[in-house]
């Protein structure tokens, strides 16, 4: 049984069309034994509808905006690009080991539990392992970053507030690396959203760990990992460069590694990044 | 993808980029001035979209909203609070409140935009940006969440309270006519509203 305000969501969900067909043959049988709850639906529908028409028309496009922005994209196209109105905020960093493209071997000297013997061959399905490294650092500058000297406490409440799941954050200490920051990955990928872990060493080496929920994984990649078993791939346009997975109580970890300075959050901004949703961790 | 191609792209969706930016500042000239800056960005990083069967406008409408809370963190000249630090202080002690089911035939529809218009005014950007992209644009949840980068359930919970007081605002003008609303969530039980 149903409490009314699940009932109430359940409608909503509905009337959104996001009620699996279970759900909605259920809540079908519930609403024919319920003038109220059935009136409460046909509400939300109009509601919807009333919502639709008043926003679509609530405000028109000025008549001369397309010319403006049509100028403005073209200024861009000759000598007079638009200077970046963002103010420059260098103590929040975007790591660049990945940015640049830049990925060395460190191997086993990371102690984050890389104890498999599984081997991702270049060939079939592993393919997509490789373009994944490709992807990662394509998608580096996207996210939201955090540091210097990240609490792992901190970036643990961070991945629950911003991805409403939680995953262990790995130790690697005893490698001499310490957390740097942490950041969300761009959902709007294959993986969904995604936690990532940077880190230091004094060396100026770095490390990224990225976790992210196994069934948002694709499919040929889940598949071929099991629990508590690490794998190596070798990434394709990157040189010799590796990265590591695991599979680890439902999340898939991936540990790729790094050097280079760090750099200003601008080339954050420059994806469009917003600045309100920046956690500055201590 | 070359400055021509993006343009003759983009620009197909001026209108619906220029609705989110109007809902989000609620003043046409701010908004005029958010769908330049969205467009001049996604320029810069034109080269990087890639076509994942949503199209085009959904990116659009995630650089828009990140280009807008990067505006309003620097007008507020430090960082924004997130999502749950804003939270939604004018409706967060009532969010479960009676919902009103009253007879349709009844309602006069055809004069619901005043009401419409001060409830949607009353929200933050962020429940109007949702209430947008699930109104007009018709996305589902988890491309909303996509849009604007939070977990479904931050979409849902945002809808969920959009709509509550959407519908009491409607609820307010079914009993100035005459109407006599009943509480869903009350039905049933001793607490009967508007009876």
Redesign the interface.
């Known amino acids: 049984m149903h409490e009314r305000h699940e009932l109430i969501s359940m409608v909503r969900q509905a009337v959104d069309g996001e009620l699996s067909a279970v759900e909605a043959r259920e809540l079908e049988a519930r609403l024919d034994r319920d003038p109220e709850l059935r009136a409460f639906e046909a509400f939300e529908a109009r509601l919807r509808e009333a919502v639709r028409v008043f926003m679509a028309d609530e405000a028109d496009t000025p008549a001369d905006l397309e010319r403006r922005v049509r100028d403005a994209l073209r200024s861009v196209n000759g000598e007079n690009a638009p200077a970046d109105p963002a103010p420059r905020r260098p103590r929040w960093y975007v790591p660049s080991g990945l940015a640049a493209g830049i990925l060395l071997i460190i191997g086993l000297s990371v102690a984050v539990s890389l104890t498999g013997r599984g081997w991702l061959t270049p060939d079939g399905g592993a393919a997509p392992v490789e373009r994944l490294a490709d992807e990662l650092a394509e998608r580096h500058d996207e996210m939201i970053v955090s540091g210097p000297q990240a609490s792992s406490d901190e970036a643990q409440r961070f991945m629950l507030d911003f991805l409403g799941w939680e995953a262990r954050i790995p130790a690697v200490a005893e490698a001499g690396f310490r957390l740097h920051g942490a950041s969300i990955l761009d959902p709007a990928r294959d993986w969904g959203a995604g936690f990532h872990a940077f880190y230091q060493e004094p060396g100026g080496r770095g490390l990224s760990v990225f976790i992210f929920h196994a069934e948002d994984a694709p499919t040929a990649i889940r598949e071929q990992l099991r629990e508590g078993v690490a794998y190596a791939a070798r990434l394709t346009s990157v040189g010799d460069g590796r990265c590591y997975l695991w599979l680890e109580n439902g999340r898939i970890y991936i540990a790729v590694t790094g050097a280079g300075a760090p750099e200003s959050l601008e080339l954050a901004r420059e994806a469009g990044l917003p600045e309100g949703e920046i956690s500055d961790l201590p | 993808m070359d ?1 021509k191609e ?2 003759e792209l983009a ?1 197909e969706h ?2 619906a980029v ?2 989110m930016a ?2 989000l500042t609620r003043h ?1 000239d701010e ?2 001035d958010l ?11 034109a080269e ?1 979209f890639e076509e ?1 069967g949503g199209g085009i406008r ?2 659009l409408f ?6 807008f ?2 505006r ?3 007008a507020a000249r430090g ?6 630090m804003r939270g939604f202080a004018s409706e967060a002690s009532a969010p ?1 409140e009676p ?6 035939a009844s309602f006069d ?1 055809e004069h ?2 005043d009401r ?2 001060t409830a ?1 005014e009353g929200l933050t950007p962020e429940y109007r940006a949702v ?2 992209l ?3 644009e ?1 996305m ?2 988890r491309e909303i ?2 849009v604007l ?6 979409v ?1 919970s945002r ?2 309270r959009a ?1 509550s007081i ?2 009491r605002q ?1 609820g307010a003008l079914a009993e100035e006519a005459g109407l006599k609303p ?1 509480s ?2 009350s ?1 049933g039980s001793a607490e009967g509203s508007g009876s």
Do not use: C
């Open positions: 400055r993006f343009e620009l001026l209108d220029y609705r109007f809902q046409p908004a005029s769908v330049q800056e969205t467009y001049l960005k996604a320029l810069r990083v990087r994942r959904p990116w995630k650089i828009l909203h990140n280009a809370y990067s309003v963190s620097r960082p924004t609070a997130t999502e749950e479960d919902l009103p089911a009253w007879d349709l529809w619901v935009d419409l218009k949607i209430l947008l699930w109104g007009v018709g589902k949840y969440a996509i980068e939070v977990p479904i359930g931050t849902m809808l969920h709509r959407l519908a409607l009943e869903i969530e039905h």
